[in-house]
């Protein structure tokens, strides 16, 4: 069995939705449904037909009346069949229409809201660590799933609604007019209140919702950091705490939600009472007319019918205006995290080298994160192809942040890094990415199988044998064999769990299988026991010959076997050497020799004490 590392791809390339951003909501958001945009004009168009056929069922109903009814007609019954046939095909076909327009909607918002999920997706993963170290999951997370849902709604109800809305409105309003265009004109005198009203409101609205989404991201943050660290949580017997802060945030959110819902319960109430009484004052003026003989009891009754078509469109019009301002305060939301730049990892640029042979050299090279001082100074070392080159000193020393710059995760700010004689970043990140494999302080298992964990960077297609040997040097085929599905056994929820060491071990067999000519190590020991170390440690020294590696430990029998050494302070080295030159110096490596020497004794003896 092979495991394929590649996924083929399952719909069309992913697009990319950057350059239809726009500042205005309105067109950004139309940019947004580009390919789709003749089926939203089909849905607003059967949106039209509708509107026509309803309205000529109203004329129709005038026609009954005046013409049917009250003359004198041949044949009444085959009349009425005509007109009764009528009304129903018209109704047949207002149907039809409502529905292919439904139909439609429905069709551009999914269309539209998976390709943006999709890009959503691929942005958000090939944004800079830069990014993602400000950035909140659960505030992503918000972005992805929510906004976008809210950007749905705005195509499938929202949009189409005001088409259908204003259509409705202007065909009802001519067919009114052409009954009697005094009154006509009578009945829509409302409007500018209705629509100053609703922009008042959709103002309002606007910074609510934009209020309540912010409020959400926090609890959605809130929750996902909770479930992530829930061990945590429970160590530290946390859990009161971590529930106020979930209530509190609950209720912030509670809070907004019903701000913005109290804006909408004041606001309709408000325009019914607008539109009722235009509506009232439109039959009142209608009736006169009809008394004083101006107007046909039939055109009246054409007119009362239609009136109402004329009325909802304005009411709904306003409630739709302010349900809008969701759908615009979500793009604006998600336009600021499509506006966020890639990382270019340079595929349109050629390596400056075929192959790597892997020296570096590090000249006075000075680092800080965007956010604070300097965490690297003057870091200046050789290093041979092929070398090891250890790390160590305590926390925070700035070992991590060293070999984080291999990879060009970031980019140091003084000094140079050459890589095989050319400056490092002459080199595309990919291509330093396929080369340089590293084993993460903190490695990350998929909830994926073991197999496909394994395999998962080697960017190829890879057979059993191959992912077996990786687990073998990584002193981890043993345990996988002993669980019952061997290589298939799921990691995660629904799987096992593994062990911090075990994790360490799959994370390192990831990495080697992946082969690289560049090996960074991130403390990839510091969770094993030492026995299981010192097997690794073995099956590595097999692996890291021919490979220029950079070695992160904290134990001296892990370092000692490196070409050079280098001790590290608050960003600095502070010595360097082999191991047999550093013991000579009498310096903090010395110090720390003798510490971890004495602790090992200590507990040789009392293992031995207790007989173990
Ligand atoms: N993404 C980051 N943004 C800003 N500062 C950071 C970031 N990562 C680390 N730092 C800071 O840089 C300094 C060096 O951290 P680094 O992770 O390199 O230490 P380290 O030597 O690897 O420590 P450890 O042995 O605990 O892993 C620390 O002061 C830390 O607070
Ligand atoms: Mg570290």
Redesign the pocket.
Known sequence: MSVQTHVQSVSSPVVDLKPTLAKNGFSGLWRLVRGYRLMYVGAILALALMALFNTAKFLLVGHLTDNVLTQSVDDLPLSLLAIALGFIGLALFQGFFAFLSGRLAAQVAESMGVRLRDFLFDHIQRLPYTYH?SAKTGDLIQRATSDVESIQRFFSEQATGVGRILLLFFVNLLAVMTLHWQLGLLSVIVIPVVVATSIFFFRRASTAFDLMQDEESKLTTTLQESLTGVRVVKAFARQDFEETKFEHDNLNRFKRGRRLLLMHTFFWPLTDIMTATQMLFGFFVGALLAISGEISIGTYMAYAGLVIYIIFPIRELGRLIVQMATGMVSYKRISEVIKADREDLGFDVPPPVKTLRGEFTFKEVTFA?R??DA?LRDIDFEIKPGQTVALL?S????????VNLLPRFYEYTQGSIKLDGIELNQYPRWFLRQHIGIVE?QPFLFSRSIRDNIAFGSGRTVTDAEIEAAAKAAALHDTIVSFPNGYGTLVGEKGVTLSGGQKQRMALARTLLKNPRILILD?ATSAVDTETESQIREALLGLMEGRTTFLIAHRIQSVMIADLILV?DKGRIIERGTHDHLMTQGGVYRQIYEMQAQIELELERELNRVGL
């Not at 926390?395 to 060293?402: A, C, D, I, N, Q």
């Open positions: 170290d994160y956010t604070g965490v000193g926390t925070g020393s700035g070992k991590t942040s060293l302080q403390d590290m």
